[in-house]
Each structure stands twice: as structure tokens, then as C-alpha cells.
T-cell receptor
Framework: GENVEQHPSTLSVQEGDSAVIKCTYS??????FPWYKQELGKRPQLIID?????GEKKDQRIAVTLNKTAKHFSLHITETQPEDSAVYFC????????????FGKGTRLHILP | KAGVTQTPRYLIKTRGQQVTLSCSPI?????VSWYQQTPGQGLQFLFE???????NKGNFPGRFSGRQFSNSRSEMNVSTLELGDSALYLC????????????????FGSGTRLTVV
């Protein structure tokens, strides 16, 4: 089955600096990679995703990069702001939609003033 | 359109009791998945239902069970509660076509925070 490892578990960055969170996966057949953001006391919400036919996708200050050969994908947040403080989760759904979805254990991002 | 609705939002139970949590998916979504969220373990998959049938199950003891009704609403039940069951329980709904593709039509509810004392 799929296995997803997410690093780091906690990350503190100065406001304005960049943050990078990385996930590695085991199922080489995975072809869709979403990132979720969960603010304190709220539900996880999809913020960006990437499909395996592209290597990078950007949406304003956030971007996701994918390295299929190395089986890892990363979330990049530039010019961090206080509202970026949250827990971020990656997932690597299996190609077989009847298999369960596995999420990474999450990264708690703190934006320091 | 209305989002995924989970009730109750908060619950306090004592050890040994049982609890039932409810999840109403987005209209038209027939797949409902349940997750347990704890600080150290992240999002742990419990089970998934669609068409009133359990399709997948995570690595949880038999004290955790669920069901889905014909209107796609789902309930999960935890019997003989233990202190370690304290967690945020999240459900997520998706259309049948999108099930298995996290994020692609996959929407989380706000969760039920269960505290076992």
C-alpha cells in the first residue's frame, strides 16, 4: 500500500521568508498530489494540487513541485504572512481509487513576527 | 451549496461509554470517509462508505464502526470508549466518480471533537 512521509513536523520561519515542506511517497503509480491547509480549529481545505504530467504549479505565493523519479513533492510558500500559520498536510492517493487515501502526518508552520 | 455537516461539534464522554457521530455530506456526494485526527498522528483513516457499503477500512479496532444511510448520511460509532479515543473526528465527502482522489471533489467537515474523561 501507499506510504507518505512528510517533513518537517514543525517549521518556524520569519515573516517574509520562504517555507518549504516536503513529502515522499512509495506508490509509483500515484499521479495526483494535493496539499491541504488546516487553520487552528478549522477543517482541512485544499490549497493547491499537482498532477504527474507537470513538474511545477504556482498559485500566487504558493507553489508545488513534483519529482516523479525521486517520488517526492514539495510545497513552497514565499513571502510568508501571519495567516500562513497552520498545519499543512500532503496526500498521495493511490491510482486504484478503491484503495484508501493516505495523508502525511502534517507540518505545523509558525510564522514569527 | 451547503458544506459537509458534522454533529455534534463537541462531545465529552466517560471511559466505557459509547458515542455516535453524524456526518451529512454535500448534496450529490455519495462517498463519505472518516478520519481520526490527533496531534501526534495526523489524519488516520478510519473507513469509507458509499452506496451504504463499507468500501475501505483503516487499522482501528472493532470498537470503531460505521454505517451509511440511503440518503448518504453516515454515522460512526465508538463503543467502550478509552482515553486514547480523544481526538477530532473528521468526515469528508466526495462524488463517487472522484472517490479515492483526495482534494478532487473531496471536502472535509468541521469535525467533532471528542474528549474522553
Amino acid at each position: 500500500g501507499e506510504n507518505v512521509e512528510q517533513h518537517p513536523s514543525t517549521l518556524s520561519v520569519q515573516e517574509g521568508d520562504s517555507a518549504v515542506i516536503k513529502c515522499t511517497y512509495s506508490d509509483s503509480a500515484s499521479n495526483y498530489f494535493p496539499w491541504y491547509k488546516q487553520e487552528l480549529g478549522k477543517r482541512p481545505q485544499l490549497i493547491i494540487d499537482i498532477r504527474s504530467n507537470v513538474g511545477e504549479k504556482k498559485d500566487q505565493r504558493i507553489a508545488v513541485t513534483l519529482n516523479k523519479t525521486a517520488k517526492h513533492f514539495s510545497l513552497h510558500i514565499t513571502e510568508t504572512q501571519p495567516e500562513d500559520s497552520a498545519v499543512y498536510f500532503c496526500a498521495a492517493p493511490p491510482q486504484n481509487r478503491d484503495d484508501k487515501i493516505i495523508f502525511g502526518k502534517g507540518t505545523r508552520l509558525h510564522i514569527l513576527p | 451549496k451547503a458544506g459537509v455537516t458534522q454533529t455534534p461539534r463537541y462531545l465529552i464522554k466517560t471511559r466505557g461509554q459509547q458515542v455516535t457521530l453524524s456526518c451529512s455530506p454535500i448534496s450529490g456526494h455519495r462517498s463519505v470517509s472518516w478520519y481520526q485526527q490527533t496531534p501526534g498522528q495526523g489524519l488516520q483513516f478510519l473507513f469509507e462508505y458509499f452506496s451504504e457499503t463499507q468500501r475501505n477500512k483503516g487499522n482501528f479496532p472493532g470498537r470503531f464502526s460505521g454505517r451509511q444511510f440511503s440518503n448518504s448520511r453516515s454515522e460512526m460509532n465508538v463503543s467502550t470508549l478509552e482515553l486514547g479515543d480523544s481526538a477530532l473526528y473528521l468526515c469528508a465527502s466526495a462524488t463517487v466518480a472522484d472517490r479515492g482522489l483526495a482534494g478532487y471533489g473531496y471536502t472535509f467537515g468541521s469535525g467533532t471533537r471528542l474528549t474522553v474523561v
